[in-house]
């Protein structure tokens, strides 16, 4: 990253939620309605700002992307709750009921970064509840076990950690900005999936056989999560010449295989998957084709658990309407006695 943008300055913003305002170091006069300024700002990698002029295209593209992003983070949040009053400990249940209220949170750094670009929190909440915006196919999958929320953590956390990490140098600001903190506690969500399955794979032979049986279910749909293959993927050019995406879908998919062979090996468990090996040639491990009409299919909505998420998520929305009110109230008032402004 060039000096546009100081790492400090870069870290600041994320711990004090502050999405909106450019950074120190990041003082650069802008032309206001000139095209080429975009551009420029591209080439010499710096961050694109909410105060720059950017084109409709890259909006509209970032607020898709980004609303995406939330959504899922929000559904995210419905397989493992279904665990948190059967988690088999009070330490496991207090570090599950902390990962789900990480997911939130997620999630609102992210209708917030999502705001900086003009769109509405509400609308945005529409779409998704109305089906007209998605979110990741992954979380349409059930949790049939107390190993589920173990495969979640290390395989599910694990992928969002990969598409992510290069999501904090995506060239929105606000939006890498949020990446950073996001990937962090992605890293503690991933960690304790990990040993979820460790202490289960390391216990009683029916603890390891049900571990297993996680993974089983869970590692298909994990690489699904890069999205289909590059040749079908026909908006990754151009998301790659705006610097909002900076790998191939396959590209990712192959350092997770990566990442996750040895660490299987680790576990004493098994990825479902016999064509597993590793390649001298390239330096990586071949593995196995996905089934992309498998991903398309819970896309379309006929997943497992679509539209039990979707009737979840709008009784939710529905049961909040209350909060949602009283803070509008709330800042009413403050605004009509001026604290707001002080
Ligand atoms: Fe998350
Ligand atoms: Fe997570």
Not at 62 to 71: K, N
Not at 171 to 183: D, I, L, Q
Not at 290 to 309: H, M, S, W, Y
Request: proline fraction near 5%.
């Amino acid at each position: 990253m060039r000096d546009c943008v100081t790492s400090a300055g870069t870290l600041g913003s994320v711990y004090g939620n502050d999405f909106g305002t450019p950074q120190e170091g990041d003082q650069r006069p802008r032309e206001s309605g000139d095209p080429a300024a975009f551009t420029q700002l591209l080439a010499d990698d710096c961050r694109i700002e909410p105060r720059d002029d950017m084109p409709e295209a890259y909006r509209k593209t970032l607020v898709r992307q980004i609303a995406q992003h939330a959504h899922s983070e929000i559904i995210g949040m419905q397989p493992e709750a279904n665990w948190i009053s059967r988690a088999p400990s009070l330490r496991r249940k207090a570090i599950l009921m902390a990962k789900v209220q990480d997911e939130a949170g997620h999630g609102l750094y992210l209708y917030a970064a999502a705001e900086t670009l003009g769109a509405d929190r509400a609308d945005l909440l529409d779409q998704l509840h109305s089906g007209r915006q998605k979110y990741s196919s992954i979380f349409n999958y059930p949790t049939l076990t107390w190993a589920d929320v173990g495969a979640i953590g290390w395989l599910v956390d694990g992928a969002a950690i990969v598409n992510q990490v290069p999501l904090c140098r995506c060239s929105y600001g606000p939006y890498a900005r949020a990446m950073v903190r996001v990937c962090k506690e992605e890293s503690f969500h991933q960690r304790q999936g990990f040993e979820i399955l460790h202490t289960l794979s390391h216990g009683t032979a029916a603890q390891k056989a049900m571990a297993q049986d996680a993974v089983n279910r869970y590692w298909w749909p994990s690489l699904m999560m890069f999205g289909p293959p590059d040749d079908d993927s026909p908006n990754s050019a151009q998301s790659m010449a705006w610097g909002i995406k900076r790998f191939s879908n396959d590209a990712l998919r192959q350092r997770f295989v990566d990442m996750t062979v040895p660490q299987a090996e680790a576990l004493g468990l098994t990825l479902p998957d016999p064509e597993i090996v590793w390649n001298d040639e390239r330096g990586h491990y071949d593995f196995g084709e996905v089934d992309f009409t498998e991903l398309f299919e819970v896309i379309k909505g006929n997943g497992p658990c679509n539209a039990q998420r979707m009737a979840h998520r709008r009784e939710a929305h529905e049961d909040g309407a209350w909060v949602r009110e009283a803070a509008s109230a709330y800042a009413a008032k403050q605004a009509e006695s001026g604290v707001g402004a002080a």
